[in-house]
């Protein structure tokens, strides 16, 4: 079974730092992995997916994560936080080898920039 | 660019009552998942269609029912409504069974039942 973990509730960091937001994944097959970001009352929106090939990949308002096989993490970055960030942000993982397309979902963390 | 639409954005029902969501998809998307989001917690994933067949079913109640229609668009049928169904609810959408593809999702629809 597919699952995923965010150890984080909350992430706090000062605007212009760089921000981490933890996931680890667990698949039975080779993972199909991605981030999205909700601000409040409003849908998911879709920032970045690795798919296969390079382990760095680069998605939208300069976010991008780290593939990391050996950890089963795929951590979402960005080198200077913006207070417009602030929102809750969710990891998902597609597992390959499950016939199935539904993305299994993160608790969330909750990324709080402050000025 | 066209996104997808859900309606109602907001919706109060009373237990025991019914309820019923719509979905329309992304233009040419064939795809649509339904999730519901409780207060604080992760998106859970209900259901799933692909070309008007259920394709997938997750933590969905016997309660709950759903189709796809000739044009995509998806509706979401709720019964005998629980306190406890309250909660937001999502449908994303996709253009086919592509498993490297990301979802799009509506901006949801509020279920608030008293």
């Known amino acids: 079974a597919q699952s995923v973990a965010q150890p984080e509730d909350q992430v706090n960091v000062a605007e212009g730092n760089p921000l981490t937001v933890k996931c680890t994944y667990s698949?039975?097959?080779?993972?199909?992995l991605f981030w999205y970001v909700q601000y409040p009352n409003r849908g998911l929106q879709f920032l970045l997916k690795?798919?296969?090939?390079?382990?760095l990949v680069k998605g939208s308002y300069g976010f991008e994560a780290e593939f990391n096989k050996s950890q089963t993490s795929f951590h979402l970055k960005k080198p200077s936080a913006l207070v417009s960030d602030s929102a809750l942000y969710f990891c998902?993982?597609?597992?390959?080898?499950?016939?199935?397309?539904?993305?299994?979902f993160g608790s969330g963390t909750r990324l709080l920039v402050r000025p | 660019a066209a996104g997808v639409i859900q309606s109602p954005r907001h919706l109060i029902k009373e237990k025991r009552e019914t309820a019923t969501l719509k979905c329309y998809p992304i233009?040419?998307?064939?795809?649509v998942y339904w999730y519901q989001q409780g207060p604080g917690q992760d998106p859970q994933f209900l259901i799933s269609?692909?070309?008007?067949?259920?394709?997938d079913k997750g933590s969905i109640p016997d309660r709950f029912s759903a189709q796809q229609f000739s044009d995509y668009h998806s509706e979401l049928n709720m019964s005998s409504l629980e306190l406890g169904d309250s909660a937001l609810y999502f449908c994303?959408?996709?253009?086919?069974?592509?498993?490297?593809?990301?979802?799009?999702f509506g901006e949801g629809s509020r279920l608030t039942v008293l």
């Open positions: 994303a959408s996709s253009l086919g069974q592509v498993d490297t593809g990301e979802l799009f």
């Open positions: 698949v039975s097959g080779n993972p199909y």
């Open positions: 690795y798919i296969t090939g390079d382990n």
């Open positions: 998902a993982v597609r597992d390959r080898a499950d016939s199935s397309y539904k993305l299994i």
């Open positions: 233009p040419r998307h064939d795809t």
């Open positions: 269609f692909y070309e008007k067949m259920q394709s």
